[in-house]
């Protein structure tokens, strides 16, 4: 579910144009334990929050300082609006911020969704799975057809990986 902040375009903006930590935010909230009880133990749930920040070029901040801050604003926010005792309820969590997909994946100023998620670099009209012009140059990730985002890359890797197998054919 996705719980929308009191702003769309004026967020975006902050994000991508100007380079804020906006005060408000929208928060993707998923849930996979309701379909793979076993994502957490008996009696238990999993819950994954995201909300979009700009990458370290746009936003070099502290993110060691900045980090612990938003994880709390954005708890606070879920428990107004949907588990009010939320805070007593976790029992582990972790963030993950720009600075760790830059230091742990490599990520490019720490952008986990590759490219500016605009028309014409969305869905299609992102790097095919396979190269036109090289041979055997095969491209996955979140720079790839579909997407990015765990299941974008997912996708990706399954239809790269189903290209190469019927380019061996």
Known sequence: MILFGPRYKGLLDDIYEHGVLPQDFSIY?????????????AGKSTFYALIPVANQGKLPIDWETVGPVLEKRILDEVGRRLIPDIHDRIVTKFHYAPRDFALDLNAYLGSAFSLEPILTQSAWFRGHNRDDKVKNFYLVGAGTHPGAGIPGVVGSAKATARLMVDDLR
Do not use: E
């Open 29 to 41: 909230l998923h849930h996979p334990s309701i379909t793979d009880p076993s994502v957490a133990p």
